[in-house]
Nanobody, 116 residues
Framework: QVQLVESGGGLVQTGGSLRLSCVVS????????MYWVRQAPGKGLEWVSS????????YYADSVKGRFTISRDNARNTAYLQMNSLKPEDSGLYYC?????????WGQGTQVAVSS
């Protein structure tokens, strides 16, 4: 069965860093767009970053440009989100998503909390 498992969340102070990981099973992640999406408490879903299959082109929300980096390790079927210079407004539940045409798969999320 398809499964995406996020990890790496935690509590950090403003200016700190975290690296989120998303381990994929059940499909080949390098054939899919991989997304990171987050949800702050009481807020809606917000797209954070995407990486394109094949060419591995990357895209970022304006709010995280210059601070976050999305990447993938095809051999390990894993996607990553390196988060630097974290701000309190980055806090929330971070989801890893795989998408290809008619299919999308979501992980369970990992919590990120940034204290002032």
């Amino acid at each position: 069965q398809v499964q995406l498992v996020e990890s790496g969340g935690g509590l950090v102070q403003t200016g700190g860093s975290l690296r989120l990981s998303c381990v994929v099973s059940g499909f080949t992640s390098n054939h899919y767009w991989m997304y990171w999406v987050r949800q702050a408490p009481g807020k809606g879903l917000e797209w954070v970053s995407s990486i394109q299959p094949g060419r591995d082109l990357t895209y970022y929300a304006d709010s995280v440009k210059g601070r976050f980096t999305i990447s993938r390790d095809n051999a390990r079927n894993t996607a990553y989100l390196q988060m630097n210079s974290l701000k309190p407004e980055d806090s929330g539940l971070y989801y890893c998503v795989g998408w290809r045409v008619s299919y999308d798969y979501w992980g369970q999320g990992t919590q990120v909390a940034v204290s002032s």
